[in-house]
């Protein structure tokens, strides 16, 4: 069953996304961090998806995102000394209500990155976007609220060389 | 196919000599220039990428009858394809008719290359298969043609397959000579047949193509610019704190490690296996997984070899090949300030699966396109480069380990695992290369 806009449940989605994009904008990566159910998978694909055993971009359980997010925090992580600055951009969601009672959503998100700085500094100031299809599959957590038990983000650029990945995406 | 390429260009007067190596000062300096000067970047490509062996794919990438890979050779664009008989062929990736790239694809497996522009094709050898509308040429174009323009040499050793542009190169064991017992070394980590290099992660950095040949045999960065990375990777969700020094990862400090530099300009930088922290290579695995890897490879190879092969070797094979454990690394200078690295996991044979899954993991999470240590590797070479185009510091140093260092019966340097042996080892066979008179 499709969601469409006036639905309970593709607002309470759109929420979710729209709440996700601004954690990560705000590094508030500890709060995004719940988002996420304990078992719940953050995944990048090279190929266009998630293949158990394919190389990939990303594939993080609950305890490889908590050490990512330690690391961007918590430690001197010289590819985000100086950090990058982003601006998401969530667009074109679809909703779709799974008969046990999880939902499924695609979506497109466009990730405006800048780390601070000039071009009189190699790999500083450039402003890149990094356009993707995010795809998510999301459980009612333990107070009914949903949360995030897979995501995975397909990159537009994910077969070229790509430089300084070391953003959330 | 009589064609040759033409010989590089002849060089512009460069002003003095790149590197200084002093020994009754015990220094050794490279000149800043030899990273940002554009006309350099043009010799090292002539003299260098188009003059000598260059690694260019693995076997495996083009396994089959019709497949194959479009990429650079030194900045020429070729087509490596493996034709019906089992030959892989290289040629220019450049149609005999008016000059269009007859393959835009990056890799595929195909019978025929035929030029997108006015339907000229050829075969998996390049010959020339068709000529459309041939009746409005000379009756004998085709014959004079012959077909696309070989690279003239290609050879492969333990499925690393190298090519080069200059015919007059010696065979490929022979100028590997020094380096091909720590490719073996490399290569017995997959049992029975070679590895399989899987779908390559690719980075970009704004940095010369020198920072990440020298950056893979340097000890001594491991503790300042992967201090991040260790910590994380040491980090326990909601449990203690494990200091980032105290960590097994620091692996390369140990005073067990050696630095070698090898004749021909190749290193290594190495950590001796012992079992004991019970790794592959740097990779922290399951018991399960080191176990059954021990068992095969001391089935194969025997107790003491099985040993040595659990330790890990960084492997430079000079200009562009860097073999890590399970993994392939291939250097591509696109300019003098841009670089492209692609990194081939090696899937090693005659092991169960999980245990090539479990490294495969941990090589992602430690070196891949979002990995907690690769990525602090990259930015160094932004910083570099952004250092190195400044007047006034025209020489860095590169005598660390210098007057310690100890020359073997096989003419190696052997340093400490924090020593810049095996970069002095790179620059002089550089130097050899750039600074000969033509
Ligand atoms: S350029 Fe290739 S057929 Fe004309
Ligand atoms: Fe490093």
Known sequence: ?169 | MTDQLSPPPAPQQLDGRWVDQDPAADRYRVRTSAYSDPAVFDLEMSRIFESTWVYVCHESEVAKAGDFKSTWLGRQPIIAARDRTGAINMMLNVCRHRGNAVCRTETGNTVIFQCPYHGWSYGLDGKLAGITDRNRYPSDLAKQIGGLVRVPRVESYRGLVFASLNPDVPELREHLGPVLPYIDHWADGSIGAEYVARTPHKFAYPGNWKFQAENSLDGYHGRFVHESGFAALAHEPGGTEVAADKHEFMAFDSKAGLTRGIPGGHGTLESPGSGLNRQIGVAKVSDRSFDDYHAALSEAYGAERALSLLGSRHVLVFPNLVLMDLNIRTITPISVDRTLVHSFFAEAQGVPAHVNNERLHDLQVRLGTTGFVGLDDLEMFGGNQTGVHARGMEWIELSRGLPTEQVNEAGEHIGAASDETPFRAFWTQWAALLESEV
Not at chain 1, 95 to 108: F, K, N
Request: with cysteine; hydrophobic share 45%; net charge negative.
């Open chain 1, 1 to 169: 069953m499709l969601s469409t806009a006036l639905d309970p449940t593709y607002a309470q989605v759109a929420t979710l996304l729209h709440r996700e994009a601004r954690l990560l904008d705000n590094l508030e990566l500890d709060q995004w961090l719940e988002l996420f159910l304990p078992h719940g998978v953050y995944c990048s694909p090279l190929g266009a998806a998630c293949v158990d055993g394919e190389p990939v971009i990303l594939l993080d359980d609950d305890r490889l995102r908590r050490q990512r997010v330690f690391r961007l925090l918590q430690t001197p992580a010289y590819a985000q000394r100086p950090a990058s600055r982003t601006v998401r951009q969530v667009s074109n969601v679809e909703v779709e209500l799974q008969a046990d009672g999880q939902v499924a959503v695609e979506c497109v998100v466009v990730i405006h990155e800048v780390r601070v700085g000039d071009e009189r500094q190699y790999g500083l100031g450039t402003l890149r976007v990094l356009p993707t299809r995010t795809r998510y599959l999301l459980s009612p957590g333990p107070d009914g609220a949903l949360l995030i038990a897979r995501k995975e983000v397909v990159l537009l650029m994910r077969e070229a060389p790509l430089e300084n990945l070391s953003i959330l995406l």
